[in-house]
């Protein structure tokens, strides 16, 4: 009786399917619960994984509950690749789609911030431009281009994410208030860090990633978000070593 | 097959130990009696950061080992391109001392299942993972050494043992082995054959290198013994001798201490080394 990839495969994924058959233990037996060591290894590494990916969803629901959760969503979504540094990548919109934690609706959003520092963490290095770069006449700068780092990300939340992302990982952080906040990632050396963006900080690094100049981009966000403090978000970036060209186009003389 | 410019594997005969980020500083600080380091390859697959700065540091003073674990080389799909791709990409960087992966497969249907799985060991078995080891040692240009698995069960559809499965498939591709001691007394408890008889048969010429592990004790249905490779603990003296047994037939050879899930601290996993080492000194060179 041959064992194909495929039964062995299915069974191992489904703690309630039969043992295949032809698996036989040191007596020429029927292998038994000899499978089950494989099932375990499966669902107990991956589980690992899931732990280790979400520490503060695993926090947040405790980690019985990840334990139960990653069960079900292992088996939905196993990893894709052996790149199991990125595995987790559809938890958010699992989360997202669980009845039963409706009633906690940040949590899809606190596991792309989680997703989103793990691809910070893992993303190609490149130097920072140096600190004087913007060390320019004013006119310049609103002319400029920027460049930013593979490792700086943005998460926009309607929810606290931040803040609850802080409580959970300081002591003594402050509770959350039901505000929304994006976040800005930046890596200066191997560790990234989160920052709570200013109002309109997200809209504008888009307008930028999108090819913008520094003023186009404020025009555009300042039209909506009157208060957008671009000095202030600008200063996260610096310090971040997230801006890694500087671009001014010259006006034509 | 490899023809003989094919850059082959010289890691020292001497001990290593598979590297922990945790460890890092006292690598640098005090690595005695540890002389090599061995790395996953896929947790360096990333495209930057702290895991790659600490390998390009690590690697400037150890010679290093890249011990893949998710080529699924035994699976009956085809090996996944990007994965050899990027395989291929930090083999080419690195220009590690050593590249080895398994006699097992991970991979179905695109979905990666992290764990080494079992496969029959059939003549269609061979001739699939021939192909497959000869794609990647032509990919990536140079030798690999080719890890025998722990077994919890056996297929009734084996026509071969495994040391004459593994003898026959270095035959054919030219490839090494790394011959795992703590795999073998596991395999052996568990399938009720004899260690000694395991390593009368295999093909000790063309071992690369040993590796040694913890493993933990379980029963099965019936009560018989039933022995998991953990890499969570010290190697038990029954694994220390059988590695006696080996090195007395094969010569000093470079020997890892694997020690992967509740990591120690580096003093434990030195002392560890430390035993492979006057396991070492015993063998004539």
Excluded at chain 1, 117 to 132: F, G, I, N, V, W
Excluded at chain 1, 238 to 244: E, F, M, S, Y
Excluded at chain 2, 263 to 281: G, N, T, Y
């Amino acid at each position: 009786m041959s064992v194909s990839q495929t039964t062995f495969h299915a069974a191992l994924l489904d703690p309630a399917a039969a043992i295949p058959e032809g698996l036989l233990d040191a007596a020429a037996q029927p292998a038994g619960r000899r499978f089950s060591v494989y099932r375990n290894n499966v669902a107990v590494s991956l589980t690992d994984a899931m732990h280790q990916a979400f520490p503060v969803i695993t926090k947040l629901l405790g980690a019985q509950n990840m334990d139960g959760l990653a069960g079900i969503f292992l088996r939905k979504h196993p990893p894709s690749s052996p790149l199991m540094m990125f595995y987790g990548e559809e938890f958010p919109g699992f989360l997202a789609g669980m009845e039963q934690l409706s009633h906690l609706g940040y949590l899809s959003d606190v596991a792309r911030l989680e997703l989103a520092l793990r691809q910070s963490y893992h993303a190609a290095d490149k130097e920072a431009a140096p600190t004087d770069a913007l060390a320019i006449p004013p006119e310049d700068i609103m002319r400029a281009r920027l460049g930013f780092a593979p490792s700086m990300q943005v998460v926009r939340s309607d929810w606290p994410i931040f803040s609850i992302w802080r409580f959970n990982t300081e002591d003594g952080a402050p509770k959350p208030a039901a505000v929304a906040e994006d976040i800005l990632i930046t890596r200066p050396d191997y560790d990234p860090a989160p920052h709570l963006l200013p109002p309109g900080g997200a809209e504008w690094i888009s307008g930028l990633q999108a090819g913008r100049t520094i003023g186009g981009a404020f025009e555009e966000t300042a039209a909506q978000i009157p208060e957008f403090d671009l000095g202030a978000t600008l200063a996260l970036l610096l310090q971040g070593g997230a801006i890694t060209s500087v671009t001014i186009e010259r006006l034509a003389t | 097959m490899l023809d003989n410019t094919t850059r082959s594997n010289n890691l020292p005969a001497a001990p290593g130990v598979g590297y922990k980020p945790q460890h890092f500083e006292q690598i640098l600080d005090n690595a005695h009696p540890v002389s090599w380091l061995e790395i996953h390859a896929e947790n360096y697959m990333g495209d930057g950061g702290r895991p790659l700065a600490q390998l390009r540091h690590l690697s400037e003073q150890f010679p290093i080992s890249v011990h893949g674990v998710g080529l699924s080389i035994g699976g009956e799909g085809p090996l996944d391109p990007d994965h050899l791709a990027r395989l291929k990409q930090l083999i080419g960087w690195l220009n590690p001392a050593s590249f080895s992966e398994h006699l097992a497969w991970s991979t179905h249907d695109s979905h990666f299942l992290n764990d080494l799985l079992p496969l029959p060991y059939t003549d269609a078995t061979l001739t699939r993972i021939c192909e497959h080891i000869d794609l990647v040692q032509d990919t990536v240009g140079r030798q690999m050494l080719l890890e025998n698995p722990s077994s919890y069960l056996a297929f009734e559809e084996s026509t071969w043992s495994e040391p004459d499965f593994l003898r026959e498939i270095a035959r054919r591709t030219g490839c090494g082995m790394l011959l795992d001691v703590n795999n073998v007394f596991v395999s052996a408890t568990n399938l009720d054959y004899s260690p000694q008889g395991y390593i009368d048969a295999y093909p000790l010429e063309k071992v690369g290198e040993i590796h040694l592990g913890g493993h933990d004790e379980d029963e099965d249905d019936h009560g018989h013994p039933l022995l998991i490779d953990s890499h969570g603990r010290e190697v038990v003296d029954t694994v220390w001798a059988l590695l006696d047994y080996v090195l007395d037939r094969s010569g000093p050879k470079p020997v890892l201490i694997e020690w992967d899930t509740d990591v120690p601290d580096w003093p434990i996993l030195r002392a560890e080394a430390d035993r492979a080492q006057a396991a070492l000194d015993r063998v004539p060179a």
